[in-house]
């Protein structure tokens, strides 16, 4: 009797001991190989690994902050450009431990439907986008109108085939490990790709909303390194080991003083602070207005502290300089905790990094933890405190009408206006 109930286990609320074990059983992740570039291990051999991961850092940081600034100077499409290609690398580098658990039971389509789903998704935000803010270029051409009119519904079609596909890949026996990969595609794809769409959008708002929070996570991230590999001696999470409160700490302060000076940098220059808007008559981004009150400078009065501590009175700053330090506070404040986060899933996983596409930082997601919680609070920001209603959006939306609407709307508009007493007054300073 005995030998027949090993032979055939007992299900337990439709699942078997025999599926059970299977899915328990999660292989750890392999760890990526030190790719820390030759030259760079014969010059910094005579050093301890501390100092030698100092060194390798720094040097890489620099030259990823050189390929920021010139990416910025290329202008906003290359800008979106690389968001799209960071989006895709942070997502291959997530699904990519997810497959090294999954591959190991021999299943089919994970990865597949895993790009599949990537391609649903983008198509669906990236659509919207399109019709936002390229709506003259989307009523211009025939078959982006077609697309754009059903842009859901065509989104809608492709990501129930996905759903259809995923449904005919289950495997008996692996129901549940695969259930658990669709989530964790769909998780991954909430993390990566919503929080991507969001940057574009903040940048389209003006590249000064853009490159100021990138910067701030930056500069919070290097700044906490330096405080905290110089001072460091008191932990401050048990997910990260190595940061510490001197870090944290130091990094806060130096982020605060980074964003007010960047901000100042910036709010001069049109190019900044503009809203990006597409010119379709040369089918090309234009950065050019008159700048808003938020980057006009103002005279502030002094709190009596800091007017007994300084002499001043007043101070002269660019409104955006205060929201700049509302940004550079959540960088240095609650963005670390995308990357303790972060820190808790590769724990999980037993790996040290993401990948090792960068010697001495790791993927591209370990660079990245921070700034999709960034963009969110970006994004969200700009809608409470600063977007106010868009003229320019408005009129798209009344001259996608037909003529009858667009008639009723203007004659109710017209006897809006009688009635406010602002339709004559508008029309003798026409006259």
């Given at each position: 009797?005995?030998?027949?109930?090993?032979?055939?286990?007992?299900?337990?609320?439709?699942?078997?001991?025999?599926?059970?074990?299977?899915?328990?059983?999660?292989?750890?992740?392999?760890?990526?190989?030190?790719?820390?570039?030759?030259?760079?291990?014969?010059?910094?051999?005579?050093?301890?690994?501390?100092?030698?991961?100092?060194?390798?850092?720094?040097?890489?940081?620099?030259?990823?902050?050189?390929?920021?600034?010139?990416?910025?100077?290329?202008?906003?499409?290359?800008?979106?450009?690389?968001?799209?290609?960071?989006?895709?690398?942070?997502?291959?580098?997530?699904?990519?431990?997810?497959?090294?658990?999954?591959?190991?039971?021999?299943?089919?389509?994970?990865?597949?439907?895993?790009?599949?789903?990537?391609?649903?998704?983008?198509?669906?935000?990236?659509?919207?986008?399109?019709?936002?803010?390229?709506?003259?270029?989307?009523?211009?051409?025939?078959?982006?109108?077609?697309?754009?009119?059903?842009?859901?519904?065509?989104?809608?079609?492709?990501?129930?085939?996905?759903?259809?596909?995923?449904?005919?890949?289950?495997?008996?026996?692996?129901?549940?490990?695969?259930?658990?990969?669709?989530?964790?595609t769909h998780v991954t794809l909430l993390i990566v790709v919503t929080?991507?769409?969001?940057?574009?959008?903040?940048?389209?708002?003006?590249?000064?909303?853009?490159?100021?929070?990138?910067?701030?996570?930056?500069?919070?991230?290097?700044?906490?390194?330096?405080f905290g590999f110089f001072f460091g001696r008191t932990p401050l999470?048990?997910?990260?080991?190595?940061?510490?409160?001197?870090?944290?700490?130091?990094?806060?302060?130096?982020?605060?003083?980074?964003?007010?000076?960047?901000?100042?940098?910036?709010?001069?220059?049109?190019?900044?602070?503009?809203?990006?808007?597409?010119?379709?008559?040369?089918?090309?981004?234009?950065?050019?207005?008159?700048?808003?009150?938020?980057?006009?400078?103002?005279?502030?009065?002094?709190?009596?502290?800091?007017?007994?501590?300084?002499?001043?009175?007043?101070?002269?700053?660019?409104?955006?300089?205060?929201?700049?330090?509302?940004?550079?506070?959540?960088?240095?404040?609650?963005?670390?905790?995308?990357?303790?986060?972060?820190?808790?899933?590769?724990?999980?996983?037993?790996?040290?990094?993401?990948?090792?596409?960068?010697?001495?930082?790791?993927?591209?997601?370990?660079?990245?933890?921070?700034?999709?919680?960034?963009?969110?609070?970006?994004?969200?920001?700009?809608?409470?405190?600063?977007?106010?209603?868009?003229?320019?959006?408005?009129?798209?939306?009344?001259?996608?009408?037909?003529?009858?609407?667009?008639?009723?709307?203007?004659?109710?508009?017209?006897?809006?206006?009688t009635e406010k007493g602002l339709l004559p007054a508008l029309e003798?300073?026409?006259?």
């Open positions: 009797l005995t030998s027949l109930l090993q032979q055939n286990p007992v299900e337990k609320d439709g699942v078997s001991d025999s599926e059970s074990k299977v899915d328990s059983g999660v292989p750890e992740v392999p760890v990526p190989a030190d790719d820390t570039p030759e030259v760079l291990n014969k010059a910094l051999s005579g050093l301890s690994s501390r100092w030698k991961n100092w060194w390798v850092r720094g040097i890489l940081t620099l030259a990823m902050i050189s390929f920021f600034f010139f990416i910025i100077y290329l202008g906003p499409m290359v800008l979106m450009m690389i968001v799209l290609c960071v989006q895709i690398k942070c997502f291959q580098e997530i699904i990519t431990i997810g497959y090294s658990v999954y591959h190991s039971y021999h299943l089919p389509w994970f990865r597949t439907l895993s790009w599949y789903f990537l391609l649903c998704v983008n198509y669906f935000f990236y659509g919207e986008t399109v019709t936002d803010y390229f709506f003259t270029l989307v009523q211009r051409e025939e078959p982006l109108r077609i697309l754009s009119k059903y842009h859901r519904f065509i989104s809608f079609a492709l990501y129930l085939t996905g759903f259809c596909m995923f449904v005919l890949s289950l495997v008996k026996k692996h129901y549940r490990l695969q259930f658990y990969m669709f989530g964790w929080q991507s769409h969001l940057i574009i959008h903040n940048l389209f708002e003006g590249m000064i909303w853009f490159i100021v929070p990138i910067s701030c996570v930056i500069c919070n991230d290097i700044m906490a390194y330096m999470i048990k997910l990260s080991p190595k940061k510490t409160w001197e870090g944290f700490i130091g990094g806060f302060f130096s982020t605060i003083v980074f964003g007010i000076m960047l901000s100042y940098v910036m709010a001069g220059y049109r190019y900044f602070v503009c809203p990006v808007e597409f010119n379709n008559d040369s089918n090309s981004f234009q950065v050019d207005c008159e700048p808003s009150d938020l980057f006009q400078l103002q005279d502030y009065a002094l709190p009596s502290i800091l007017e007994s501590i300084t002499g001043w009175t007043t101070v002269r700053l660019y409104p955006f300089q205060i929201h700049s330090i509302a940004l550079s506070s959540f960088a240095s404040i609650v963005g670390p905790f995308g990357g303790f986060f972060a820190s808790g899933f590769k724990r999980a996983f037993k790996i040290k990094d993401f990948a090792n596409t960068i010697p001495g930082h790791g993927g591209i997601m370990d660079r990245f933890d921070c700034q999709y919680l960034m963009a969110t609070f970006v994004n969200v920001y700009i809608a409470s405190f600063i977007r106010g209603p868009n003229p320019s959006k408005v009129i798209q939306q009344l001259l996608a009408l037909r003529a009858d609407q667009q008639l009723h709307i203007f004659n109710s508009l017209k006897a809006h206006l003798e300073a026409a006259a």
